[in-house]
């Protein structure tokens, strides 16, 4: 009887250890095959060394990483194409908690490559990511060093594969919806016809793409990026809501289309959790603004940027009182002295 106890629990060992084993055999399987999907993407950290950091700004407990939509007839991600679409996404490490800020394009700020004032797109197009995210460091006091790029084609695709979104189209958009799917259609290839009237709808990727871009409506281009924020949190809930097997497909076709220099490690640990993440707060930045024309071309000013920065820093790390940099000062009190000049 004792023999058996003996046999029965050394068996249960053997079990038990066989079944851990097994585990950690697919637990090792799963993570070369995702990291074989990983290794499609575009990633490129060649730049990295030259973004600027802000050496007296401390920010823990959050990765903040940035988003670039580009506006590329030629669909490239790279460089020579201006950001029209920058959002600034901080995680909440701890609560997983996101927050979107979207930097307007226009905005008036220090490009520190030659050290003079430009609309905030054009760091990019002018160098790239490493310049783009110096830009935001030292206008914003931030610490982003982290980028994802991607262009019309990987938008409208990205919806497509989740079969659309459901967008309330006003009155007023629908012919510059119309618009836009015909130049869209020219720079993807494709024959997607327009809507027919206004009214919330299921929209494909490219009838959902050209609603993100609309900037002729009341707002302008205020009222473009809260839309981009729209399309943006409506996939994302689409995402979460989706079988494996449909995640999967969309992995195996996205990736591909993605430019970033965060590397596969980096992925892996933001994919583990991306059932956790939920997008709680969005924005637009500058909160205090002036839009109008200098010398012949349209800005879009801070009004005190000082100011705005503290407020952003409220908004995204709780952090009240938050007094700017002397770099960011300074460039708040060049700002109002142009502003003031129109």
Same mark, same amino acid.
């Given at each position: 009887m004792l023999k058996d106890k003996k046999k029965i629990k050394k068996r249960s060992k053997l079990i ?5 084993? %097994? ?26 060394? @030259? ?14 990483? #940035? ?19 920058? &959002?600034?996404?901080?995680? @909440? ?6 927050? =979107? ?19 905030? /797109? ?39 594969? $989740? ?14 919806? +119309?618009?836009? #799917?015909? !130049? $869209? @259609? ?27 871009? &609309? ?33 999967? *497909?969309?992995?195996?076709? =996205?990736?591909?289309? #993605?430019?970033?220099?965060?590397? /596969? =490690?980096?992925?892996?640990? %933001?994919?583990?959790?991306?059932? !956790?993440? *939920? ?15 200098? !010398?012949?071309?349209?800005? #879009?000013?801070? &009004?005190?940027?000082?100011? +705005?920065?503290?407020? $952003? ?7 009240? /009182? ?9 460039? !708040? ?10």
């Amino acid at each position: 009887m004792l023999k058996d106890k003996k046999k029965i629990k050394k068996r249960s060992k053997l079990i038990a250890l066989f079944i851990l084993e %097994l585990l950690v055999l697919v637990l090792i399987i799963a993570g070369f095959y995702l990291y074989s999907k990983l290794n499609r993407i575009q990633y490129d950290s060649s730049d990295d060394k @030259n973004i600027i950091q802000n050496d007296n700004v401390n920010i823990s407990g959050y990765r903040n990483i #940035v988003v670039f939509g580009v506006d590329s007839r030629s669909n490239a991600l790279k460089k020579n194409t201006h950001s029209d679409t920058i &959002i600034i996404a901080s995680i @909440n490490n701890k609560t997983k908690d996101v927050k =979107m800020a979207s930097v307007y394009r226009d905005t008036y700020v220090n490009i520190p490559d030659r050290n003079k004032f430009d609309k905030i /797109n054009a760091a990019y197009y002018r160098g790239g990511y490493s310049l783009a995210l110096s830009t935001i460091n030292t206008n914003f006091d931030l610490d982003t060093k982290e980028f994802v790029t991607v262009n019309f084609e990987a938008v409208v695709q990205a919806i497509d594969m $989740l079969g659309g979104i459901e967008i309330d189209v006003q009155s007023n958009e629908v012919k510059y919806v +119309n618009g836009y #799917v015909k !130049s $869209l @259609n020219i720079i993807n290839g494709t024959q997607v016809s327009g809507i027919q009237a206004a009214g919330k709808q299921l929209l494909n990727g490219t009838q959902a793409t050209a609603w993100s871009r &609309i900037r002729y409506t009341a707002g302008g281009d205020y009222k473009r990026t809260e839309r981009q924020r729209i399309v943006i949190e409506k996939m994302f809930a689409k995402v979460k809501k989706s079988s494996i097997g449909k995640i999967n *497909n969309f992995i195996d076709i =996205m990736l591909p289309k #993605v430019y970033t220099n965060l590397n /596969n =490690m980096d992925l892996l640990v %933001l994919a583990k959790d991306v059932f !956790s993440y *939920n997008i709680v707060e969005q924005t637009g930045f500058p909160f205090e603004k002036d839009a109008h024309t200098y !010398s012949k071309v349209s800005y #879009v000013f801070p &009004i005190d940027l000082t100011a +705005n920065v503290t407020k $952003l820093h409220e908004f995204f790390f709780n952090e009240k /009182n938050y007094v700017p940099t002397q770099t960011v000062q300074g460039y !708040s009190t060049q700002i109002e002295s142009i502003r003031n000049r129109k």
